[in-house]
């Protein structure tokens, strides 16, 4: 489903009348000629405006929890309300954003070795035709799903470097088994990338599993680790990889080449303490969970420190997906959404979740991964978008 269509498929909440109604988008018009904007639903309802001011102005009202980020270079400004009400103003041009989770989704897997049971899921990632990969870290495997949940295919099993002929930088003959010490992060493109943590590097395979090299043993020098947790890839098919036990960031070619070495150990702007989830904006702006200083930083490809958000709880890592500006991270049962300057909007309460993990997204639904209760939850998202031009001012 593209993006256009599914958008219209979003639920947007309005007030009418002092009383709170759920409503259907169904259109969004841009009058030019006495600047209004006009969201028309299906109850009838409508948010709209002629009024010109200076800076936005913008009311949603809905359920509790409900997210609203009007954005516009790096200059975000907001407020939040008790019963659901958003307000957000900014000078200038922008896109106003509205992310929920939706409502409680359908549980996948359970505690086991079996197919499709998992012990400990931790970082997934999608491929381009929407199948899942999981890194069953308990069970030192990868998991393939499809889009629903269901069991496709796996690979690997628990083996430690010297048992095969993988060594450093070594490129193994396809077909050659599979060998993880606890796999974390997951990254897919045209081949399959997994930070096999244990074993203190990062492991290559083709779409079908097929290991295809190695790089990265246990150290500190410039191609070793120390428990890579996570790894991303860029618009240029960089790899970004979390060195967490040496406090730092490295990024690759595909080849396995280091390109730049971000990071040393503290508490500064580009500095860490034992970071944990990386991921890469639809901008090529780079996230990186700093767990021990609780806190999100940005950075540009080239290692510049761009902003960061303080993260009052450990958390596992942000994900973006698909959904814009959105930064999302875990902790406990709870998601945290930050907007692209690392703002933060909204934390959300998964009640059936316990320790959240990670999470992925398409436009039409989210998947989290909950290490406590060994199992994936599936949930619909709520999104939609709206541009604005400069003089707009939006209210109900």
Known sequence: MSRAASLLMIFLFALACEAVSQARVLSMTHVMRSDEIVLETDSGLSIHSNRRADDYLLRIYGPENYTV????GNQTTSSCTEGGTYELSLTGSGSLFIFHPGPTGEIIGQNGINNGSFINPGFMAFDRTGRIYVADTGNDRIQILDRRGAFIDRFGSFGVPGSTADSENEILNPGSLARFNKPSGISVATEIFVCDSGNHRIAKF???????????????????????????????????????????????????????????????PGQFIRPRGISIGPDDRVY???????????????????????????????????????????SGSCIHVFDKNLVRCAAYSIPEARELHSAIMTDEFMVLSDSRTHNLIFRQIEFYSINLTAGDSVTP
């Not at 980020?69 to 516009?72: D, R, Y």
């Open 206 to 268: 083709d779409r079908f599993g097929n290991l295809l090299r190695t790089f990265g043993n246990f150290g500190t020098n410039r191609q070793e680790f120390d428990t890579p947790l996570d790894l991303a890839l860029d618009s240029r098919k960089n790899l970004f990889i979390v060195d967490s036990g040496n406090h730092r960031i490295k990024k690759y070619d595909l080849n396995g080449y280091l390109l730049l070495r971000l990071g040393t150990f503290g508490q500064a």
């Open 69 to 72: 980020s009007l954005t516009c």
């Open 288 to 330: 990186v969970i700093d767990s021990g200083n609780n806190r999100i930083q940005c950075f540009d490809g080239s290692g510049g420190f761009i902003c960061q958000g303080d993260f009052s709880e450990t958390a596992a890592g942000p994900d973006l997906e698909s959904i814009g500006p959105f930064v999302l991270a875990m």
